[in-house]
C-alpha cells in the first residue's frame, strides 16, 4: 500500500524558515563590500550599495556613494525592507510555530507584499541611477546585487503563501483528515 499526503501541522515550520532564508540573503546583499556592480572588461571598477572603488592591480581609490540622494533613497529603501521583512519573521514564529493564529498570517503576508514593493524600488532604481553617474564601459550586477533579488523573490512567494493560509485553518490546525494525492485500491 502506497499513500502519499500533505500534514500541514508538520510543515508549518517551513514558511518562517523561508522568511529567514529571505533575511539572510538581505543581509549578504546589504553588506556586501565586494559589489552589486562591476565593469566587464578590465575589472578596474565596482559599486557596492554604498561606496565606488576605480583602480587597477588592487590599488583601488573608493568614493562613498552616500553623497548621491538616490544612493541615500536605495540604503534607507532596503534597510527598511529588511526591517519589516525582520518584524514579519518574528510574528511568523508567534503565529505559526508557538500557537497557531490564523488571523495574523494576512497581516504577515501583507507585511512581506509591502517589502517586497519597497525592496524592487530600490533594487531598480540603483541600476537606472548608477548607469546615468557611469558613462564609459560595461557593468555587470554581481552576485550581491542577485542576493537583493533573491530575497526580494522569496518574499513575495511567502507574502502570497500568508495571505493564502487562512483558507487552510482545519489542515493547519489538523483537525482535518489528512488527504492523500494516490491511495491503491488494495486492502
Known amino acids: ?11 508549518r515550520w517551513i514558511l518562517p524558515l523561508i522568511i529567514l532564508f529571505a533575511i539572510i540573503f538581505d543581509i549578504i546583499a546589504i553588506a556586501a563590500q565586494s559589489g552589486w556592480v562591476e565593469d566587464e572588461d578590465a575589472k ?4 557596492s550599495m554604498w561606496r565606488q572603488c576605480q583602480g587597477r592591480n588592487d590599488q583601488f581609490a573608493c568614493k562613498s556613494l552616500m553623497e548621491y540622494p538616490w544612493a541615500q533613497a536605495v540604503a534607507a529603501l532596503m534597510i527598511i525592507g529588511l526591517i519589516i521583512l525582520i518584524i514579519a519573521f518574528i510574528i511568523s514564529i508567534v503565529a505559526l510555530c508557538c500557537t497557531l493564529t490564523i488571523p495574523l498570517l494576512p497581516m504577515i503576508g501583507g507585511m512581506l507584499i509591502l517589502a517586497v514593493v ?6 531598480i532604481i540603483y541600476p537606472v541611477k548608477f548607469n546615468e553617474l557611469i558613462y564609459e564601459g560595461f557593468y555587470t550586477y554581481t552576485w550581491a546585487y542577485g542576493f537583493g533579488w533573491g530575497a526580494t523573490i522569496l518574499m513575495l512567494g511567502c507574502g502570497i503563501l500568508f495571505c493564502c493560509l487562512p483558507r487552510y485553518e482545519d489542515e493547519l490546525s489538523g483537525f482535518e483528515k489528512t488527504k492523500y494525492i494516490y491511495t491503491s485500491n488494495r486492502s
Do not use: D, E, V, W
Open 1 to 11: 500500500m502506497f499513500r502519499c499526503g500533505i500534514s500541514y501541522p508538520r510543515c
Open 44 to 47: 578596474t571598477h565596482y559599486a
Open 118 to 123: 519597497i525592496q524592487m524600488i530600490a533594487l
